[in-house]
Every structure is written in C-alpha cells, then in structure tokens.
Antibody, heavy 123, light 111 residues
Framework: QVQLVESGGGVVQPGGSLRLSCAAS????????VHWVRQAPGKGLEWVAF????????YYAESVKGRFTISRDNSKNTVYLQMNSLRAEDTAVYYC????????????????WGKGTTVTVSS | EIVMTQSPATLSVSPGERATLSCRAS??????LAWYQQKPGQAPRLLIY???IRATGIPARFSGSGSGTEFTLTISILQSEDFAVYYC?????????????FGQGTRLEIK
C-alpha cells in the first residue's frame, strides 16, 4: 500500500543541525511532489516545505527559509529535510506528505501522510 | 499570506447528531480548500478537497461546501470515530502567490 515513513528525528541543541528522511513505497514516487508539514506540541499544522516531483522547484515557509533545505533522491524513493540553525520554536512532529497532484501538475494539498518524526530543540 | 480562521475552536455534539464546522479565509481562495481529520497521536487524514470533493474512502456522512472565503464541513450523523480535530487548508494561487496555510483547527468532542 501507499506509505511514507519518516526518520531522523531526535534531540538537538539550539543552533544545531538535523536531517530528516522520508521513505516512500507503494506508488511511483518520482511522479509526485512531497511536502513537509510540522506540528508543535499541542498546536496546529504548519506547512514547512515542498519539492516538485523532479526536484526542479522547491518552496519554503518564511519561518524556515534560509535554514532548511528540502531535497529528494528519486533513485532511493526518499525525500530529505536538512535543518540547520535550529531554534526552540522548531520543536515539533515533522510529517512528510504526498501531494495529490501528478507530475508537472501539483495540487498543493496532501493525500497521504507519514506517521511523523519528533524533533526537539533544547539545551 | 492568506489567514484561515476556523470556528468554533471546540464543538460539543452528541453521537447521532449533526456537526457543522466553519472555515473562513482572509481573502478569496476560490474552491481551493481542503479539510483534514486528525485523531490523537495520529497523522492528519485528507477528507475533502476542492471544497466539496470527498477523498477516496471517506464516508458519505462527510460533506464540504462553500467557495471564496466561507467554507463548511458537515458531518451528518456523528459516529464515535468522528470525534477528532479538524483542519482546513487553502491552496489557492500557490506558488508564487503565497504559502499553503492551515486553520488553527476545531476540536469536535463528545457532548
């Protein structure tokens, strides 16, 4: 079945770095865009970043622009989120989610979500 | 950035009754509106997109309506498994018109 599995979360000090991974299976990964969405403890959902199916375009929330980088390796069916200069306010569960659109026509809403990986930024 | 405002923050309804959740956009998003359900400890699940189109496998008791700035999610006959938090999300004119944004959520609880 269609599945996304996040990994790479953990505890990191302020100013540190972490790389999250999202492994996909059950669908033709190379033809779909992927989002990262986060949820701080007890809070709502916040969109973080998006990569098109081929990695040609990437978009970021203002809150992470310049610190986070989304990338993908279609040969490994995996999307990454490199997070640098981490702050306490980046503490959250990070979900990767498949875009509903197909190939060069993304839809910018999410039809399949992973279970999430927890990032805690604390000294 | 388009701000999405959901109301009420918490809605108390009895099983078997109807629940109506609202979502308002700070500017028109046309019909580019999705609804998600999230249960404790779980990832969100897509319910509705295009303001009124049910996602695959979503029961017919869930329905969405609205366009422009005012949207509604209706659950016609509440089942025990429907008590959860619901989020709306706009995806209008993006990119580059602005980021994807979510509402703050409505918690649907058992009365």
């Amino acid at each position: 079945q269609v599945q996304l599995v996040e990994s790479g979360g953990g505890v990191v000090q302020p100013g540190g770095s972490l790389r999250l991974s999202c492994a996909a299976s059950g669908f033709t990964f190379s033809t779909y865009g992927v989002h990262w969405v986060r949820q701080a403890p007890g809070k709502g959902l916040e969109w973080v970043a998006f990569t098109r199916y081929d990695g040609s375009n990437k978009y970021y929330a203002e809150s992470v622009k310049g610190r986070f980088t989304i990338s993908r390796d279609n040969s490994k069916n995996t999307v990454y989120l490199q997070m640098n200069s981490l702050r306490a306010e980046d503490t959250a569960v990070y979900y990767c989610a498949k875009d509903r659109g197909y190939s060069s026509s993304p839809r910018y809403f999410m039809d399949v979500w992973g279970k999430g990986t927890t990032v805690t930024v604390s000294s | 950035e388009i701000v999405m405002t959901q109301s009420p923050a918490t809605l108390s309804v009895s099983p078997g009754e109807r629940a109506t959740l609202s979502c308002r956009a700070s500017q028109s998003v046309s019909g580019n509106l999705a609804w998600y359900q999230q249960k404790p400890g779980q990832a969100p699940r897509l319910l509705i997109y295009g303001a009124s189109i049910r996602a695959t496998g979503i029961p017919a008791r869930f329905s969405g309506s609205g366009s422009g700035t005012e949207f509604t999610l209706t659950i016609s006959i509440l089942q025990s498994e429907d008590f959860a938090v619901y989020y709306c999300q706009q995806y209008n004119k993006w990119p580059p018109g602005g980021p994807i944004t979510f509402g703050q959520g409505t918690r649907l609880e058992i009365k």
